[in-house]
């Protein structure tokens, strides 16, 4: 928003804002591989006490 701000008003691109850009699609993909990570050892967890039965 604040890129499309700047040049809305006619100024250079915002820099603040590309880095803003640049961080949020970073920390977006990290928090989608964190999701798949927990529901992979979750799974892996929930698969081997089920093995383990005596």
């Known amino acids: 928003m604040a890129r499309t ?3 809305e008003a006619g100024l ?3 820099t603040l804002g590309k880095w803003g850009f640049i ?3 970073i920390f977006l ?3 989608v591989l964190g999701v798949i ?3 992979v050892i979750a799974v892996v967890a ?3 006490a089920s093995v383990n039965t005596y």
Do not use: T, V
């Open 46 to 48: 929930a698969g081997s």
């Open 12 to 14: 250079p691109d915002n």
């Open 37 to 39: 990570l927990a529901i």
């Open 5 to 7: 701000k700047s040049r």
């Open 23 to 25: 961080l949020g699609i």
């Open 29 to 31: 993909i990290l928090g």
